[in-house]
Structures are given as structure tokens and as C-alpha cells.
């Protein structure tokens, strides 16, 4: 595991700070953030997304439940596919 220095703003630190204090720690929250963000960006996948969050790849996706974003991405091309494929397979 390697350690990565973050500037961040000094009146965002102050916003931080002063927010009541949490169970969670403000190191689990920023890599949550992270990984949900590298995932919508599909920079990273729901493996290695649930790995930077600290959790397992169930737990992740009930994290991304009530934010309505899909664990899984159906595109139209892969709706093509499996069209072409049923066709094909009968």
C-alpha cells in the first residue's frame, strides 16, 4: 500500500473539522468518495472500487444502491449481442 499526499483548501479542512464527530473516519470516507467516483467514471471496476472503499464487493453495491447508480452497466451494444446470440443459437 503506498500513501498519497492530498492538498486540500484550508476553508475545506475547516468545513471538515468542524463537522460532528463520526464513527467513520475521515480517511474511510475520502476513499468511499474516491471509489465511487473512479467507478462512475468507469476508471476502475466494482472489484477494485470495492477494494478502495475497505469493503466487500456486496456491501459496495448496497452503498451504491440508494444513490441510484447501477452496479452493472447493460449497454445497447451488449443487448445486441445477446440478441444476436439467441438468434443464432436457436
Known amino acids: 500500500m503506498q ?3 492530498l492538498a ?8 471538515i473539522k468542524s463537522l460532528p ?3 467513520t473516519a475521515i480517511t474511510d ?3 468511499l468518495s474516491l471509489a ?13 472500487a470495492a477494494q478502495l472503499a475497505n469493503k466487500n464487493i456486496f456491501e459496495f453495491i448496497n ?3 440508494p444513490l441510484d447508480i447501477p452496479a452493472v ?12 446470440f439467441a ?3 436457436r
Not at 9 to 14: G, L, Q
Request: aromatic share 6%; net charge negative.
Open 73 to 84: 452497466v447493460y449497454t445497447d451494444e451488449m443487448l445486441d449481442d445477446d440478441l444476436h
Open 29 to 31: 470516507k475520502l476513499h
Open 8 to 15: 486540500i483548501p484550508d476553508d475545506i479542512v475547516y468545513e
Open 36 to 48: 465511487i467516483g473512479m467507478f462512475v467514471s468507469r476508471e476502475i471496476s466494482l472489484a477494485k
Open 63 to 65: 452503498i451504491l444502491k
Open 3 to 5: 500513501n498519497i499526499n
Open 87 to 89: 438468434k443464432e443459437g
Open 21 to 23: 464527530k463520526q464513527e
